[in-house]
Nanobody
Framework: QVQLVESGGGFVQAGGSLRLSCAASGRTIASYGIGWFRQAPGKEREFVAG????????DYADAVKGRFTISRNNAKNTVYLQMNSLKPEDTAVYYCAAEPSLPWKVITTPHEYDYWGQGTQVTVSS
């Protein structure tokens, strides 16, 4: 069983930056694909960024390309999401998720992920 805990969320003005962390426990996630998703009030959960097990493949939603960067440190069992040039429309609860079955690719659909964190709130003011 894998437990995921997100941290690093908060309140920031438009144009600012935040770095989210997703720390795993229970077992190593070095062989898992990891995704970041977000959900704003009244909206469905959407894919933000993903990284495969070796960091050789990353993928981003069009809305965050060029502003967000996903990375991982398998030695620390942690995945990061660096968010720059934040916009009010980035306001949401951000979740990380782990997927062990297809770790060599990036999965963008939430239902294919087996493990989820509790989420961290990101609020961007205009």
């Amino acid at each position: 069983q894998v437990q995921l805990v997100e941290s690093g969320g908060g309140f920031v003005q438009a144009g600012g930056s935040l770095r989210l962390s997703c720390a795993a426990s229970g077992r190593t996630i070095a062989s898992y694909g990891i995704g970041w998703f977000r959900q704003a009030p009244g909206k469905e959960r959407e894919f933000v960024a993903g990284i495969n097990w070796s960091s050789s493949i990353t993928d981003y939603a069009d809305a965050v390309k060029g502003r967000f960067t996903i990375s991982r440190n398998n030695a620390k069992n942690t995945v990061y999401l660096q968010m720059n040039s934040l916009k009010p429309e980035d306001t949401a609860v951000y979740y990380c998720a782990a997927e062990p079955s297809l770790p060599w690719k990036v999965i963008t659909t939430p239902h294919e992920y087996d493990y989820w964190g509790q989420g961290t709130q990101v609020t961007v003011s205009s």
